[in-house]
C-alpha cells in the first residue's frame, strides 16, 4: 500500500510520518451509488486542507478530554493509488499513532466542507471511542468460542479453524453498527465544535449505497445514521 501524508500533497507545516500498518481498522466511509459532480480539483485540495486544519485540532482536543488514555496525536493521510472508490478509514500504524485515510476520490466527490468536516470527525471518533480494540477483544472471544465448541465436538484441525474464523467475523461485527452510530453521534458534536454543519454533512448519505438493515452487516442503514446526526445536532444545539 502507498499512502501519502496530507503534507506532501499540500504543506501543512508538519512532518510526514511513515505508516506501514495497512487500513485494517474502524469505521470505513463507503463510495457514491450515483454519479456526482465533482468539485474542481483545487478547490476540493483547498476544501480539504481547510478541514484537516479546523477539525483535527478539535477531535484531538476531545480525545484527550474523553481518552486521555490513548495517543491523540491523528496522522492524516490521503492514499493516492489511482482507481480507488471513495472512501475514509481509522486505523492504527506501527507505533500506534492514529491514522486517518482519505482516498482521493472521496475528497473530489465530497460536495462541500460540511461533508468532509463530518467524514473527518466520525473517523477520529472511532479511535476516541476505542472502537479497534473493541472489535478485536470481541473477534477474539467468537474466535474462542466457536474454535472451542468445534473442538469439543471433536472436529478436525481445519473445521476447528474454519470455526475460529467464522466465530472471529461474528464477533468482530457484532457491534460494529452500535460503533458506527456513536462515531456519528461524537463526529457530529465533533464537526459542530470545528465551526461546521454536521446535518448537511450527512446528506453524503443520501448518495452512498443503503446497507440496510442486514445480519451481521457491518454498517446501520443510512436513514438511522442521519437520524442520529439531525438528533445529536438538535440535542448540541
Known amino acids: 500500500?502507498?499512502?501519502?501524508?496530507?503534507?506532501?500533497?499540500?504543506?501543512?507545516?508538519?512532518?510526514a510520518v511513515p505508516v506501514t500498518t495497512?487500513?485494517?481498522?474502524?469505521?470505513?466511509?463507503?463510495?457514491?451509488?450515483?454519479?456526482?459532480?465533482?468539485?474542481?480539483?483545487?478547490?476540493?485540495?483547498?476544501?480539504?486542507?481547510s478541514v484537516v486544519q479546523r477539525v483535527?485540532?478539535?477531535?484531538?482536543?476531545?480525545?484527550?478530554?474523553?481518552?486521555?488514555?490513548?495517543?491523540?496525536?491523528?496522522?492524516?493521510?490521503?492514499?493516492?493509488?489511482p482507481g480507488l472508490p471513495a472512501n475514509a478509514f481509522q486505523t492504527l500504524d506501527k507505533d500506534g499513532r492514529p491514522v486517518i485515510g482519505f482516498t482521493l476520490a472521496l475528497i473530489?466527490?465530497?460536495?462541500?466542507?460540511?461533508?468532509?468536516?463530518?467524514?473527518?470527525?466520525?473517523?477520529?471518533?472511532?479511535?476516541?471511542?476505542?472502537?479497534?480494540?473493541?472489535?478485536?477483544?470481541?473477534a477474539q472471544?467468537?474466535?474462542?468460542?466457536?474454535?472451542?465448541?468445534?473442538?469439543?465436538?471433536?472436529?478436525?484441525?481445519?473445521?476447528?479453524?474454519?470455526?475460529?474464523?467464522?466465530g472471529a467475523t461474528v464477533g468482530s461485527r457484532r457491534y460494529s453498527k452500535d460503533f458506527e452510530l456513536e462515531a456519528d453521534r461524537l463526529g457530529t458534536i465533533i464537526a459542530i465544535r470545528a465551526g461546521y454543519d454536521p446535518v448537511n454533512g450527512a446528506e453524503f448519505f443520501t448518495r452512498i449505497p443503503d446497507p440496510g438493515d442486514r445480519f451481521l452487516g457491518s454498517h446501520p442503514p443510512n436513514s438511522d445514521r442521519i437520524a442520529i446526526v439531525r438528533q445529536t445536532a438538535a440535542q448540541y444545539r
Do not use: K
Not at 8 to 14: H, R, T, V
Not at 56 to 70: G, I, K, N, S, W
Not at 151 to 163: D, F, L, M, P, R
Open 141 to 166: 472471544a467468537g474466535a474462542l468460542i466457536l474454535g472451542g465448541l468445534a473442538q469439543v465436538a471433536g472436529s478436525g484441525a481445519n473445521s476447528i479453524e474454519t470455526a475460529a474464523r467464522l
Open 56 to 81: 483535527e485540532p478539535v477531535a484531538e482536543r476531545e480525545c484527550r478530554a474523553r481518552a486521555p488514555q490513548l495517543d491523540c496525536d491523528f496522522l492524516i493521510v490521503v492514499d493516492d493509488r
Open 108 to 138: 473530489a466527490d465530497a460536495q462541500n466542507t460540511d461533508e468532509l468536516a463530518f467524514v473527518l470527525g466520525h473517523e477520529a471518533s472511532h479511535h476516541i471511542s476505542g472502537h479497534i480494540a473493541r472489535s478485536q477483544a470481541s
Open 22 to 49: 495497512p487500513p485494517t481498522g474502524s469505521g470505513s466511509v463507503s463510495a457514491p451509488s450515483v454519479p456526482t459532480r465533482q468539485v474542481n480539483p483545487d478547490t476540493a485540495a483547498r476544501n480539504f486542507v
Open 1 to 15: 500500500m502507498r499512502w501519502i501524508a496530507l503534507v506532501l500533497m499540500i504543506p501543512l507545516g508538519a512532518c
